[in-house]
């Protein structure tokens, strides 16, 4: 029979036509690997349902606690009520949680956050963060499209069965991949809706709609990460050097890798240039990817470049974390925590969207 090499079509590595098992996942493969079967409901990962529509505005008067009229506005005071998409949290479980927010500069939240977990600490979970593009079209849309998009990707399927070790690292890395390709569709979708309205009004959409794209999956120790554009993810342990896990995709890290000081090129007029993303006019959107295997406990942060803006190095990061974490018990949990550094980086200025997404993590 012809070895011919294809792919799994659960976890997406190369196969070879007469193989019946995946070695990189466990998943059962026909001879000519058809469709296997998905995984079943009860052993998916759980995300936290969060309402279709976070364009509308909140019910109740955050100034004065009345009822807010169908014109947005509060009937007793009246307040301009937030919109729902200004600030958000999802919480899938205990250990893992994530906030994302306006700030206090933009006008809109074009930051997304979506989450998924197990309800055993520490056992498996995804984190994706994206960032719209504020000079693109429908950002806000865009980013969110894409942050489910990826989370039900790298959510709805595991690898079970024979993978471990690297094979099992190769497994998650195009489940990566998969997800980011789902992550530019919603994207490319959201431009597609556009394109067809300003064709009704018979105008163009110049700056299609466009966002970055960080995702984290752990599967017990093992961490693996992907990244295009500027959203990052920091291992944080407790004790130990934190680490920053994702390279940035912009002019600031050119500067960086060019032997310019972090602090100088991050500070520069340019700084926040980023050289890949995901959208129409994007280059290309192969996510970047890391691995590594968690040894001790620690804090898995996500986050948009509206924390980071304020605190970049992964170590200054650490004890940021760590002083929040220690000022009582409540606000260790990952919840707190990330509302904690929400507010941590609006004290500061809020010049920008905010998301901070935590897993709280103990090996073993």
Sequence with gaps: MDDAV?????????????????????????????AVEPVPAEESMKGTPVPDDLGGTASTCQACGGEVSADGYCGTCGARAPRRRDHFSEQPAAWVAAVCDRGIRHTRNEDAVALAADAEPGSRAVVVVCDGVSSSVDSDLASLAAA?????????????????G??????????LEAAADAASEAVLEVTSKANNLAAVGSQSVPNPASCTFVAAVLEQDL???????????????????ATALTLDDSFAQEQIAAGVPRAQ???GPQSHAI?????????EHRPTTATMTIAAPGWLLVCSDGLWNYCSAAKDL?????????????AAEPLALAGALVDWA?????KDNITVALARIHPG
Aim: proline share 5%; with cysteine.
């Design 6 to 34: 294809t792919q799994c079509p659960t976890c997406h590595v190369a196969v070879g036509a007469s193989e019946r098992f995946c070695e990189a996942c466990g998943a059962g493969l026909s001879p000519t690997v058809g």
């Design 265 to 267: 090129a991050e500070a």
């Design 148 to 164: 489910r998009a990826a989370r039900d990707v790298l959510a709805f399927s595991r690898s079970r069965g024979m993978g471990t």
């Design 275 to 283: 050289t890949r993303w995901l959208g129409a006019d994007a280059p």
């Design 223 to 241: 961490l693996v990460v992907g990244s295009v554009g500027d959203s990052r993810v920091y291992w944080l342990p407790d004790t130990g050097d």
């Design 346 to 350: 609006n004290a500061r200025g809020g």
């Design 318 to 330: 650490a004890e940021l974390v760590a002083q929040t974490a220690s000022s009582s018990p409540a």
């Design 166 to 175: 690297l094979s099992l690292a190769a497994a998650v890395i195009a489940r």
